[in-house]
């Protein structure tokens, strides 16, 4: 909706990880580093650590652009709470092992001889294992086996380890992952973006996708996407849309403070994110304040259609009914004032100003409650962008 209204060719902050949106903050630029150092020792983990929507997948998506997949094969597993076992046979798949029945020896096999395989053509091989925070101790001790196949003097498997910043503790601290500790050749904790980088990261998205300049953004909107998101880009990436989505119903060019304030309230009510700083952020916002190289376009991804055209149907006629209401409005001030009709008798002003005001209040009310209405719809259509799930009937 608002990427037509503002003439973008898809959608800049879609919350799925895509390398072709990648911004390279200070800390992104970091993990970076830690992990060309690691992968240049051919051994051995890598752990990036991050809190959640970090940008830790879009790190290891743009990552995975990089490589020379003639040079390296990469596997790549999101778990969630595998045993050991579990994880043998994950791992296999990873790499397109096909091994039958739940034999974890012939697991272990096949990855062996795959691995071999690979080395005597040239090739190293790294598994990515995403969310390892959900692995269990006996998981990650089989990673640790996994690391021990060789081929002569030369390790045959390197292991990149995603997760969240309690996996970075279980990893610290566990007594039974001395031996994992050891092998631990590089390691980094992503951290949210600075608040200087908040525009440049939001600027970089859009421009992505065609944008030059419509919508601006009032002074110090920037700041309070910061304080409001703690700088995590999944965070800013949902206050953004959002926020272009109320822009392109308002048929706003500018998107200031009042409407981010509107957005942060919205959100707030429906739970779409927690935490210290968006709380903050909207105490803050209660009080009324003073006045790269492009990457090639993506197309938007359409939507399911059936849902979508009801979801228009239902807005269109929503305001519409605003649109009139705000036309018998206008009507109740010109009949008031004795214009309707060559009326030449004005009623006494006293009489006039209460009942144009009990008028007012009346069309006022029901706008409010028209107002509620469209930002419910506008809201059950963002979470189905964002979940891909049906939405939540309209109350």
């Keep these: 909706m608002f990427d037509e209204f503002y003439g973008l060719t898809g959608r800049p902050f879609q919350l799925t990880p895509d390398p072709s949106f990648y911004f390279e903050s200070i800390s992104h630029r ?22 959640v929507g970090a940008g830790k997948s879009t790190l290891v998506a743009h990552l995975m652009q990089k ?17 050991g076992e579990e ?3 994950v791992a296999a798949n990873s790499f397109g092992l096909d091994v039958a029945g739940h034999d974890k020896a012939a697991a272990l096999s096949a990855i062996e001889a795959f691995l071999h395989g690979e080395a005597r053509e040239g090739r190293r091989c790294l598994l990515v294992v995403d969310e390892s925070q959900n692995l269990s101790i006996e998981a990650l001790e089989e990673l640790r086996m996994l690391s021990n196949f060789q081929l002569g003097a030369h390790p045959l498997l390197q292991v990149l380890l995603l997760g969240q910043p309690e996996f970075r503790k279980v990893l610290a601290e566990h007594g039974e992952l001395e031996q994992l500790r050891q092998r631990v050749i590089a390691s980094h904790h992503l951290e949210a973006m600075e608040p200087y980088e908040i525009e440049p990261y939001i600027r970089h998205r859009l421009e992505c996708v065609g944008w030059e300049g419509n919508p601006e953004f009032a002074e110090g909107v920037f700041g309070e996407i910061h304080g409001a998101t703690g700088g995590i880009p999944r965070r800013v990436n949902q206050v953004v849309t959002r926020l272009l989505l109320l822009g392109a119903i308002e048929q706003s060019t500018i998107l200031d403070q009042p409407m981010l304030a509107s957005v942060l309230d919205e959100m707030a009510n429906d739970n779409a994110f927690h935490g210290e700083a968006a709380d903050a952020a909207m105490q803050e916002l209660a009080v009324p304040a003073p006045g790269p190289v492009k990457h090639a376009a993506r197309a938007s991804e359409p939507l399911p259609h059936a849902a979508p055209a009801i979801s228009a ?10 649109d009139a209401q705000i036309a018998e409005l206008q009507q ?3 009949e008031l004032a004795g214009a309707d009709q060559g009326q030449t008798v004005v009623p006494d002003t006293a009489e006039l100003e209460a009942r144009l005001n009990a008028r007012i209040d009346t069309m006022q009310a029901r706008l409010e409650e028209q107002e509620r209405t469209v930002r419910h719809v506008l809201t059950m259509l963002i979470e189905w962008i964002e979940t891909g799930e049906k939405p939540r009937e309209a109350a």
């Design 332 to 334: 109740a001030v010109v």
């Design 87 to 89: 994880l043998v046979h």
């Design 30 to 51: 970091k993990a970076l580093s830690y992990l060309g150092y690691g992968m240049a020792q051919g051994e051995g983990f890598i752990v990036i650590t991050g809190e």
């Design 67 to 83: 490589i020379d997949h003639e040079r390296m094969t990469v596997g790549q597993v999101v778990t969630s709470n595998l045993d």
């Design 313 to 322: 149907a239902m807005l269109a006629d929503m305001l519409a009914e605003r």
